[in-house]
């Protein structure tokens, strides 16, 4: 009997330790799925806060929630089921899906610089009027935007992890999609509620808190605006390198082969760790460029030819 309590204490022991390992694979495997998403999770929390400006600075925390709400909507209802299963009847498929997210992303940072530099931003009416009807507008098309850029997430991520079972892959993705969902929303709720930490320490009775306070709250808006500009950097960063990887699945290897061997020729003409980053530097430049040229293409298409005929 004590042997056969010995044996069975071993075997729970060994289940245990083969548990522990497979957390172990499952947190390193979405670890490295997160962190070839980061373009796209700095895209996402640079574009959110814009969605909040105007809004009561009292409900712009419970807005974030209700939007980081349906982010993980989309990310676990909506987009990982459709993933899993294109995994595993389609993989084929990914690719060329991956690659139409990128081409959107490109049109968006085109677009964007297309509005600054032709004076055709779009204005946004305020949103400090409207109550609760304005605010679940508001959500709604934030929700939608994050549907693009969590798709993109989810996708990117299910790429690092394609060679997993399927029940593996099911749980990375969805411990990506919590795991980025909570970062990104809660960066925001830090990023817009920023100013309002400023206010409240200026009233501190601490010259120092108020100093402080000040500073925050002028350095606000140039936080904000500099997240926009990263954004818009990170659309096309992430789109075109999305590309430029893409048609190297699809076995179009010239353009790739180009970017890689420019980037190759930097890190060995450089030598130690600047090396390395001047070579990222250089792929990431080729990239963003890359995505630039192909949103200019999909911003013509889509605004200058339609109102050429209407004209």
Known sequence: MAGGLVALLDDVAALARLAAASVDDVGAAAGRASAKAAGVVVDDAAVTPRYVQGLDPKRELSVIGRIARGSLINKLVIILPALLLLSQFVPWLLTPLLMLG?????????????????????????????????????????????????AEIMVIALKEVTDEPF???????????????????????????????????????????????RG????????LATLAAVGVVAMLWVGGHILLVGTHDLGWHALYDLVHHAEEAVHDAVAGGLGSVLAWLTNTFFSALLGLAVGAVVVTVLHLVPRRGRH
Do not use: N
Not at 116 to 145: F, I, L, Y
């Open 102 to 150: 990128g081409a959107y992303l490109c049109f968006e940072g085109a677009e964007k610089l297309w509005e600054k530099v032709s004076g055709h931003a779009k204005t946004e009416e305020p949103r400090s009027v409207g109550g609760a009807d304005q605010e679940k507008v508001v959500v709604s098309s934030a929700v939608r935007t994050d549907f693009i850029l969590s």
């Open 167 to 213: 029940v593996s892959r099911a749980v990375i993705l969805a411990v990506v999609g919590i795991g980025i969902t909570a970062l990104v929303y809660g960066a925001v709720a830090l990023i817009v509620k920023m100013d309002d930490v400023g206010l409240a320490l200026t009233e501190r009775s601490s010259s120092a808190a108020q100093s402080l306070g």
């Open 216 to 223: 925050l709250v002028k350095a606000m808006p140039k936080v």
